[in-house]
């Protein structure tokens, strides 16, 4: 059965801090892994992650990935109160007859005060 | 850019009651997955379609079937429901083996009383 595990489950900070949150995973078949950022509405896509080693940015948040010990960090930099949110990473494997399923950890949330 | 199209957005029904929730994916995306999302859990898997076909299968109850249409829009179709049916339920939709991410709609809050 694939598998996410997610580190810390709960993270408060305050504004200007910099946070690095964890995912590691089992799974068969792995195609990607991707993170996204929830908060009270649909999960919104962060990151889509392939290759081991190739950091990707996107402003103050970047992630990397190693296939190799099989996790991601996902790391937020300066972060401000808008940053608070509950931070999803899902895991896309090849389930059998075709599909790719996604498997979703607990997710991290993390609550910037000012 | 067009995104995932849930509707409703929300509901509201009684025990025992049926309910149908649609899903209108990405324009020229081909696969839909349903995902339930219970207060404070994880999104779980119910089900995906491609090409109008059921393609896996998750933690659907028996209660609950699906389909998908000619125009490639899902409906996620809920009898006899339960107390416990009350969550968010996304849609995402995706390429097919393409390379492409699921992108996930906004979601249906359904409340059961």
């Known amino acids: 059965e694939d598998k996410v595990v997610q580190s810390p489950l709960s993270l408060v900070v305050h504004e200007g801090d910099t946070v690095t949150l964890n995912c590691s995973y089992e799974?068969?078949?792995?195609?990607?892994l991707l993170w996204y950022k929830q908060e009270k509405k649909a999960p919104t896509f962060l990151f889509m992650l392939?290759?081991?080693?190739i950091e990707k940015k996107s402003g103050r948040l970047s992630s990397i990935l190693d296939k190799k010990e099989l996790f991601s960090i996902l790391n937020i930099t300066a972060t401000q109160t808008g940053d608070s949110a509950v931070y999803l990473c899902?895991?896309?494997?090849?389930?059998?007859?075709?599909?790719?399923?996604?498997?979703f950890g607990k997710g991290t949330k993390l609550s910037v005060i000012p | 850019a067009a995104g995932v199209i849930q509707s409703p957005r929300h509901l509201i029904k009684e025990k025992r009651e049926t309910a149908t929730l649609k899903c209108y994916p990405i324009?020229?995306?081909?696969?839909v997955y349903w995902y339930q999302q219970g207060p404070g859990q994880d999104p779980q898997f119910l089900i995906s379609?491609?090409?109008?076909?059921q393609s896996d299968k998750g933690s659907i109850p028996d209660r609950f079937s699906a389909q998908q249409f000619s125009d490639y829009h899902s409906e996620l179709n809920m009898s006899s429901l339960e107390l416990g049916d009350s969550a968010l339920y996304f849609c995402?939709?995706?390429?097919w083996g393409g390379g492409d991410t699921q992108y996930f709609g906004p979601g249906t809050r359904l409340t059961v009383l």
């Open positions: 379609f491609y090409e109008k076909m």
């Open positions: 995402a939709s995706s390429l």
């Open positions: 392939t290759s081991s080693g």
């Open positions: 324009p020229r995306h081909d696969t």
């Open positions: 799974v068969t078949n792995f195609r990607s």
């Open positions: 899902a895991v896309e494997g090849y389930s059998g007859a075709g599909s790719y399923q996604l498997t």
